[in-house]
Nanobody, 126 residues
Framework: QVQLVESGGGLVQAGGSLRLSCAAS????????MGWFRQAPGKEREFVAS????????YYADSVKGRFTISRDNAKNTVYLQMNNLKPEDTAVYYC???????????????????WGQGTQVTVDS
């Protein structure tokens, strides 16, 4: 079992930046693949970014590529999402998720991840 707690959300002007953090409990964090998803009102939860346990592989949704960067610090049991040049369409609740399985075959699919945080709100004002 792992518990995930997101932080760092807030209100920002378009063009601004935020850094989200996701702190994980448990000693197995360094073996988990991690992902960020988001859900806007009235929409499905969608993939944003993911990172393998070693950080050797990262994946991004086309809508955030070049603006968002996912990273992790296994010594701190934390995964980050640096978000730059934010747009109003980035407004959503952002969730981090953990995949404890060895393979990372479908890193962009919600079904890959077994554990989810409660989410943190990001609002981008135009």
């Amino acid at each position: 079992q792992v518990q995930l707690v997101e932080s760092g959300g807030g209100l920002v002007q378009a063009g601004g930046s935020l850094r989200l953090s996701c702190a994980a409990s448990g000693r197995a964090f360094s073996r988990y693949h991690m992902g960020w998803f988001r859900q806007a009102p009235g929409k499905e939860r969608e993939f944003v970014a993911s990172i393998s346990w070693s950080a050797a592989r990262t994946y991004y949704a086309d809508s955030v590529k070049g603006r968002f960067t996912i990273s992790r610090d296994n010594a701190k049991n934390t995964v980050y999402l640096q978000m730059n040049n934010l747009k109003p369409e980035d407004t959503a609740v952002y969730y981090c998720a953990a995949d404890p399985d060895y393979g990372f075959v479908y890193p962009t699919q919600r079904s890959t991840y077994d554990y989810w945080g409660q989410g943190t709100q990001v609002t981008v004002d135009s």
